[in-house]
T-cell receptor, first 115, second 109 residues
């Protein structure tokens, strides 16, 4: 089974609708992240959470909200979807390794199309 | 501001060697990652460098020069399955990852 899972994998929605993307992990990591990826651009951080009680805005949080329901679950919501939120969304987890590196492990992604 | 630069696209021949460069400007520096991403899939970890020098892992090696703000990923004995995008990401003073846009590597037979 995959260590980091995302649901749904694909979603088509209409402008103005509220949608939620879910992420679950079995890696036991405290830190979780939501990114979006657009063609020709790097991964951009939306929100991140270092533990259940810690939520932080990333580079592009406007129009998004998150919920950290448990160590293993981190959900991303679009309260009122708009077409420029069409993108590939990735959830990631991380933990501090023995070499000091905080390697991030990614879920398979959710492809979102807002019409 | 913080910035990562890497070439948009590169082409190489199966069996050859290719070097993908990355330059970074960040507020503070706590290491550099390389990830591989096949089209439509998740990025997967390749390497992490925090000290100057070359780290070798099989066919892939990664180099870092902190004084020059420069890294490269070296891929040897290229295989068709190496066709993918390669993402460079620098860790800033707040331990946040600053991502480059990725280099799309096309391997030709």
């Amino acid at each position: 089974d995959a260590d980091v899972t995302q649901t749904p994998r694909n979603r088509i929605t209409k402008t103005g609708k509220r949608i939620m993307l879910e992420c679950s992990q079995t890696k036991g990591h405290d830190r979780m992240y939501w990114y979006r990826q657009d063609p020709g651009l790097g991964l951009r951080l939306i929100y991140y959470s270092f533990d259940v009680k810690d939520i932080n805005k990333g580079e592009i949080s406007d129009g998004y909200s998150v919920s950290r329901q448990a160590q293993a679950k981190f959900s991303l919501s679009l309260e009122s979807a708009i077409p420029n939120q069409t993108a590939l969304y990735f959830c990631a987890t991380s933990d501090l390794g023995l070499d000091g590196a905080e390697t991030q492990y990614f879920g398979p992604g959710t492809r979102l199309l807002v019409l | 501001g913080q910035n990562i630069d890497q070439p948009t696209e590169m082409t190489a021949t199966e069996g050859a060697i290719v070097q993908i460069n990355c330059t970074y400007q960040t507020s503070g520096f706590n290491g550099l990652f390389w990830y591989q991403q096949h089209a439509g899939e998740a990025p997967t970890f390749l390497s992490y460098n925090v000290l100057d020098g070359l780290e070798e892992k099989g066919r892939f090696s990664s180099f870092l020069s902190r004084s020059k703000g420069y890294s490269y990923l070296l891929l040897k004995e290229l295989q068709m399955k190496d066709s993918a995008s390669y993402l460079c990401a620098a860790v800033d003073s707040n331990y946040q990852l600053i991502w480059g846009a990725g280099t799309k590597l096309i391997i030709k037979p």
